[in-house]
Every structure is written in C-alpha cells, then in structure tokens.
C-alpha cells in the first residue's frame, strides 16, 4: 500500500486540477492506498532564502511558515501527486516555492520515492503543456524520484470544466493502477 500525498497547487478549491486530483485520488483508494490531499491555497510558503541554514543544521529550515506542516508530510509519505494548473507555461509560484524548499530535504533525505503529475491547461495544443511536462520529468531524474505518470489535460478553464472530458478518467485509471 502507497501513502500518497496529493498537493494542489491551484487557488481555485474547486477548479480542474481539483478535479483531476480527485479522480486519481477515487482510483487509488480503489486500489487501496491510503490518501492524504493539502491545498496550496491556504497555505503560505514563502521562497527559498538560499542562506543554507539547511544545508548545515541537518535539514532543518530556518522559516516559519507552511512548509514545517508539508516537510513532515514528506517525511511521511512515499508518493507525490503534483497537481497543478500552468501558468504561463509552468507551475505556479506555491508550487515552485515547494519544490526549491525541498533544497532542505536534500540534506536528510527524501521519503518521497515516486511521483505523478497532473496538470490543467485552458490552451489545446500540446507545446504549452510540454514545457511543464518536460521539466517534471527532468525534475524527477534530477532528485532522484520514480515518475510514475502524467495527465495533461488541455482545452479547459472555467472551473471544473475537466469533468467531462477523458482526463478524469485517465486521471482515475492512473490513481487504480498504480
Ligand atoms: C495566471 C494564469 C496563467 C495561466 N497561464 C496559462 C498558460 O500559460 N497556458 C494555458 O494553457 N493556460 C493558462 N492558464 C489557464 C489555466 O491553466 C486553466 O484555466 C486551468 O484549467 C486552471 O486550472 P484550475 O481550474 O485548477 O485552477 C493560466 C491561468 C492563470 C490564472
């Protein structure tokens, strides 16, 4: 059994990447895995300082603010879900802050093993999500983290508007299989 963490990047509670994280979320706790989701929108995760307070008190970071909740949470989890709309080209900055405050992890070590990434675009076409897509999967390699899968879904942007597409079932589908 995975313990899968799902972060949701996007301020809308109730937008498209919501509903794709759903989605997987439903198919994997068919499969049997436990879920746990934390939303960005209610946090506050400030930029990376780079002052390497981390890199020599043992990982520990010298803010406070949202991301001493989410490091336990990584400590404590062997699956990520990046669930994220793009935004000009890329992830929102909640999402960034997350990955380069993980600079802290770096030094304790990573709990999380794989990775999933689900992303909602309102453009069609393939190259404004490849962007994203291509610098997730470069991100894994680079860190050391297993992808285990991505949904790309395109063409949507009112709220929820991902609900009657094929994404969610994808979405769903991924979260079963894995
Ligand atoms: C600041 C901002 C930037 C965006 N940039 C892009 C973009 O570069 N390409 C795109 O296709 N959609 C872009 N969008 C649209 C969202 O990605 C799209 O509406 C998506 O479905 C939102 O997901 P959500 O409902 O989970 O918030 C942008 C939206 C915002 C608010």
């Excluded at 770096?106 to 610098?135: F, H, P």
């Amino acid at each position: 059994m995975r313990k899968i963490l799902i972060l949701l990047g996007s301020p809308r509670k109730n937008g498209n990447t919501a509903a794709l994280a759903e989605a997987f979320s439903n198919g994997a706790k068919e499969s049997g895995h436990e879920v746990t989701t934390y939303w960005l929108g209610d946090a506050t995760i400030n930029p990376c300082k780079a002052c390497d307070y981390c890199q020599r008190n043992n990982g520990k970071c010298i803010q406070k603010d949202s991301m001493t909740e989410l490091y336990k949470l990584l400590q404590n989890h062997d699956t990520i879900v990046i669930a994220s709309p793009v935004y000009y080209l890329g992830f929102p900055g909640s999402i960034k802050n997350v990955i380069d405050r993980t600079y802290a992890e770096s030094v304790r070590g990573r709990k999380i093993k794989y990775s999933i990434l689900l992303t909602a675009a309102c453009k069609e076409d393939s190259w404004v999500t490849n962007i994203l897509t291509d610098y997730y999967k470069e991100l894994t390699k680079y860190i050391g983290v297993e992808n285990l899968g991505i949904v790309s879904g395109r063409g949507v942007e009112k709220p929820a508007e991902v609900k009657d597409t094929k994404w969610i079932e994808e979405a769903f589908q991924l979260g079963k299989r894995i």
